[in-house]
């Protein structure tokens, strides 16, 4: 079993920074595709970033591209997103997911149903 475990999040005024991380717990060789998903108020949870923790090969929707990256400490089995110009639409629960996916499928949009296991969340607030 694996688990993962959410920090990092906050409430920061607009053009500010956040970096989320996400540690995994327990058979860590069960996954190999780690990724971010937000959940706004009201809305499907979206997946935002995603990275291949054999050859590091990323994925980033379009809301994500140029102000969020997403990278990793494979020896902690740590995946990060870091947040930079946040916008109060950025306002949202963000999820950690992971997943025995191929490197290929990784690098590309994917969707909750993908990824077997999910951390807790942590809650990201960008006020005006």
């Known amino acids: 079993q694996v688990k993962l475990v959410e920090s990092g999040g906050g409430s920061v005024q607009a053009g500010g920074s956040l970096r989320l991380s996400c540690a995994a717990l327990g058979n860590t060789d069960t996954f190999n595709c780690m990724a971010w998903f937000r959940q706004s108020s009201g809305k499907a949870r979206v997946e935002l970033a995603a990275i291949a923790t054999g050859d590091g090969g990323t994925y980033y929707a379009d809301s994500a591209e140029g102000r969020f990256t997403i990278s990793q400490d494979n020896a902690k089995k740590t995946a990060f997103l870091q947040l930079n110009v946040l916008r109060p639409e950025d306002t949202a629960e963000y999820y950690c997911?992971?997943?025995?996916?191929?490197?290929?499928?990784?690098?590309?949009?994917?969707?909750?149903?993908?990824?077997?296991?999910w951390g807790q969340g942590t809650q990201v607030t960008v006020s005006s």
């Open positions: 997911a992971a997943g025995g996916i191929p490197s290929w499928d990784c690098a590309a949009q994917l969707s909750q149903v993908d990824f077997r296991y």
